[in-house]
């Protein structure tokens, strides 16, 4: 039996206007909610055409599929997950093609779940738990008959083959999905080693990643309850309710976890960057029957999802300025702040 997709109604509309011209192929990003019993897909996005891009160009293979931008596709993936809130992620992509090239789509979207999910992947501080689902979907649509086929892989797996899945719409899939806030205080001094944008990078990582095992071991609360056992996240609810209900969250990092001395190391460093702030968070949990464990679990993914892109960014801004002039170089020289 394979998994079953819930998809709104809205995904369906947008899935159905999308225009291609004669011959050519549409990628795309499918993002949602995925559990244990069931999946919810609440967003589609069309790859868009990269800005350098002017006129068509000729054909690089012998079939459109070729002529799929991997790297762009994977960045664009990566770029949309960075700005989706808690609890949603990307589940998977479609693609339209003419009919000719409907039995050679499953092989074209293989090689880019794979690809996306090695690229999104690589830089997450959180590890997955045996809860977590591992299948991505692939959805492929006939551009002149609207067919689509519903497949999904082990993404863990690399020798993973497609398995059929149940794509069904629905009307206000997300409509009535509890929302989590949150606000938390972020204080954390990362030591630099070096000045090359390698040694910069890896740092970086190490620090947030230690910090981010503190989020997730830390203690949270929503609406006022420790949020640790399999008890419902809102008991009482009616999965069919219109009402979306927002509960507050509050995440307590204690002092044993902060000030580990038994493990303190002396390094010789040349300076430190320090990552200071408050983060606003939010996370939407589905309706049936969520547990309070994953809800806590979703916003502290949330936290340190956001943290770690802001922190992406920085980089990002620094590797660009680093080839034009000393900015980079002099900003790990000494202790700096950001936010």
């Avoid at 459109?64 to 949309?80: G, N, R, S």
């Avoid at 977590?132 to 979907?137: G, K, L």
């Avoid at 679990?297 to 620094?318: P, Y």
């Amino acid at each position: 039996m394979g998994r079953s997709y819930f998809v709104d109604e809205a995904v369906e509309e947008y899935l159905v206007g999308i225009q291609t011209a004669p011959g050519s192929c549409v990628t795309g990003l499918l993002a949602g909610q995925s559990s244990p019993q069931r999946d919810f897909v609440v967003l589609a996005v069309q790859t868009p055409h990269r800005e350098s891009e002017g006129q068509p160009k000729a054909s690089r293979g012998v079939s459109p599929l070729d002529d799929i931008d991997v790297e762009w596709v994977t960045e664009h993936a990566k770029q949309v997950s960075r700005m989706l809130p808690g609890g949603l992620s990307i589940l998977g992509l479609f693609l339209v093609t003419p009919p000719e090239l409907s039995k050679d789509a499953q092989n074209a979207l293989k090689r880019l779940i794979f690809a996306m999910d090695k690229y999104i992947t690589k830089g997450r501080l959180w590890e997955l738990s045996e809860e977590d689902v591992t299948d991505q979907v692939t959805l492929h649509i006939c551009s002149k008959t609207k067919k689509t086929v519903c497949k999904t892989f082990d993404v863990k797996d690399p020798k993973s083959s497609a398995k059929p899945a149940d794509w069904k719409y629905q009307t206000g899939v997300s409509s009535s999905w509890p929302m989590l806030s949150c606000s938390v205080e972020v204080d954390v001094q990362i030591p630099m080693t070096g000045s090359s944008s390698d040694i910069t990078d890896k740092c970086m990582k190490d620090g947030l990643r230690r910090w981010a095992k503190q989020i997730e071991a830390a203690c949270c609360l929503i609406n006022g309850r420790h949020a640790l056992d399999d008890s419902e996240l809102v008991s009482g609810q009616n999965p069919k309710t219109t009402h979306r209900q927002t509960l507050p969250a509050r995440i307590f990092v204690s002092d044993a976890e902060l000030d580990e001395r038994s493990s303190a190391l002396v390094q010789l460093c040349s300076g430190s960057v320090k990552v200071r702030g408050v983060v606003h968070c939010r996370a939407y949990i589905h309706n049936n029957k969520p547990k309070a464990r994953h809800a806590a679990q979703a916003i502290k993914r949330d936290i340190i999802n956001t943290v770690c892109s802001r922190v992406e960014m920085f980089l990002e801004d620094l590797l660009i300025n680093e080839g034009k002039s000393s900015l980079f170089r002099c900003t790990i020289a000494s202790t700096t702040n950001f936010c």
